[in-house]
């Protein structure tokens, strides 16, 4: 139970990161890809159905933490207070600003709606990089380039979303703000994804290698227009990258704590598997749905 609640919780942080990613990349992007209203409209209309729902993931991840492994929630949200604090005051002020958009009239209201937005996506995008790249090495420059690289790959994630999402205008210059973040984003992944799998088992090699790969891939693939595979190509980096943290996290998920140590009784595991197979299946069965329904590209007009 112990090992299948960690990669159970693995799962959830890994769809989070792969979805808010995106999320993360668009609102850093606003004002790069936007040239009118218009186009901040079509821009923002990308996530408006979604960035919501994806947050869930990370609601049910820090959940499914607290129950099954409380001493490694306790932890790691007390060890990493400021940052964690730094990145909800981000998602709060993000919410708020995607929200209020809409609702307000003066340009200086929405300009602060549009502030509220990119805030709120660079500071979770970074942090989340930094906070796990100081769990794996414990070093200033870990951190830091854990941040770059979270950062740079959610641009780029989000930059590919925008480009697979839209027409004209904001298309092509998502493709050109792609290309110029994968510029970014590749030289870090090289000097980060080495020297993780270092720690953790065999395994966690091939998921570095894919994730160098899927990245690579991807920008060839946006150089080449097909911001589909170009998509999947992302999402893929970002899986295996999280596969890769969390494979090395799995013998120590904190220095001095084992698995094991972390864990609830076996009883609550129980409880919890139960609970587990009636809701994990419907909350990925309503996101297909709504990423079903909003399948289609968002043209300048809307509104």
Known sequence: MTTFWFIVIAFLWTGYFVLEGFDFGVGALLPLLSRSEADRRQVLGTIGPVWDGNEVWLITAIGAMFAAFPAWYSGLLSSFYLPVFLVITGLILRG?????????????????????????????????????????????????????????????????????????????????????AAAGALPVALAVLPSVPGMGPMWTLGTALLAAA??????????????????????????????????????????????????????????????????????????????????????????
């Open 214 to 303: 899927a990245l690579a891939a991807g920008v060839t693939l946006v150089w080449g227009r097909r911001e589909g595979w170009a998509f999947v190509a992302t999402a893929t980096a970002i899986a295996a990258t999280t596969a890769t943290v969390f494979g090395v996290l799995w013998s120590a998920p904190l220095p001095g704590l084992t698995l094991a140590e972390a864990a609830s009784a076996p009883y609550t595991l129980t409880v919890l598997t139960w609970i587990g197979l009636f809701a994990l299946p419907g909350v990925i069965a309503y996101q297909a749905w709504t990423y079903w329904v909003f399948r289609k590209r968002l043209t300048a007009q809307v509104s």
């Open 96 to 180: 708020v600003g995607l929200e209020w958009r809409g609702k307000v009239h003066s340009r200086r209201e929405v300009a602060l709606c549009d502030a509220g937005i990119v805030t709120g996506s660079v500071l979770p995008a970074f942090l989340w990089g930094a906070i796990f790249g100081n769990l794996l090495f414990g070093t200033a420059l870990a951190t830091m380039l854990g941040g770059a690289l979270s950062l740079s790959v959610a641009v780029l994630h989000g930059a590919v979303f925008v480009a697979l999402k839209t027409t004209g205008g904001v298309r092509a210059r998502a493709r050109r703000a792609a290309l110029l």
